[in-house]
């Protein structure tokens, strides 16, 4: 693996991986993780009607056969697992993968600003500071967690962070933020985006299904969701399928979330450098405001 081949960090030029394993991570945030360029052209408007076919596949089949069916899984959860059925069973043309990371890179955020424009904000004024509290909670006990379950696993410490933040923020794009601080290597990296999207997949679904099975309220089911799945397609997929409202509060919880990300990473890189007494009682004021300056530094991902 030599230099030139290593995808950097623009910001603290870390080498985070090379560009073939960086090119091997999904786009679960809605982000373009392929650092090469396509080897074909996209095929955008056959991705599209690929992706459009789908959508009325599940709708249909939500309408016609599920919901009579009593079965709860809604149309978009069944969306999704249909798109995870096609591309690990059949070997879809190389310009049509090009053409659906399109849709993800260039669509899928103006959906995600389409979602946010149409929520009721008004929420906030009343529930606003209870929300806070369970976005704080949802992230601290996911990182608890996490280290707790890698002490016991004997993993690294550096890989349990990573999966909490993913877990607790916002995936993938959480872990690319956080491994520059922690100086992360390519293997921590690419099994905590493993398990975040693994973990992400598993826990809509769980969602969905006691969230059918018992009698939780529109905002309890929103505030669960929106606090514990990490991505947002994928908390939209298990909160609208309770309901509209559960939908919105989930929505506005995991974008609480995502904006958690910054203080999250100003607070580890703090942990991380901070500073170690010094058992010297007399030390030189410029070497003191070198160092403090040279700490504040360190503090900037």
Not at 213 to 230: D, K, M, N, R, V
Request: some cysteine; charged content about 10%; overall charge positive.
């Amino acid at each position: 693996m030599t230099t030139s081949s290593l995808t950097r960090d623009p910001f603290s030029g870390l080498q985070l991986m090379s560009d073939g394993a960086f090119a091997s991570l999904g786009s679960m945030e809605a982000m373009d993780w392929d650092s090469a360029p396509p080897a074909k052209s996209p095929s955008i408007v056959n991705a599209l009607l690929l992706a459009f076919a789908i959508t009325a596949a599940a709708m249909a089949t939500h309408h016609y056969l599920l919901k009579p069916a009593g079965i709860p899984l809604g149309s978009t959860a069944l969306a999704m697992l249909i798109g995870i059925a096609l591309q690990n069973l059949l070997t879809l043309p190389s310009a049509i993968q090009s053409g659906c990371r399109w849709i993800v890179t260039r669509l899928i955020p103006i959906a995600i600003v389409a979602l946010g424009a149409g929520l009721n904000l008004s929420v906030l004024a009343t529930s606003g500071l209870r929300y806070l509290f369970f976005i704080i909670t949802a992230i601290s006990v996911s990182i608890i967690v996490s280290l707790i379950l890698a002490k016991l696993l004997k993993l690294k410490k550096s890989t349990a962070l990573l999966i909490g933040c993913g877990t607790g923020v916002c995936g993938s794009s959480a872990i690319l933020a956080v491994a520059p601080v922690l100086k992360s290597d390519e293997e921590d990296i690419i099994v905590s985006v493993g398990a975040i999207n693994l973990i992400g997949i598993v826990a809509m679904f769980i969602c969905i299904s006691v969230g059918a099975s018992f009698p939780i309220s529109a905002e309890s089911f929103g505030l669960w969701t929106g606090a514990t799945i990490h991505a947002v397609p994928t908390v939209a997929a298990a909160a609208f399928d309770h309901s509209v409202e559960a939908g919105e509060i989930a929505t506005l919880v995991k974008l609480g979330r995502v904006a958690m990300l910054v203080p999250l990473i100003f607070i580890i890189a703090f942990a991380k450098h901070r500073p170690i007494k010094n058992s010297t009682p007399n030390t030189n004021s410029v070497t003191k405001n070198t160092t403090l300056l040279g700490r504040i530094a360190k503090l900037i991902p």
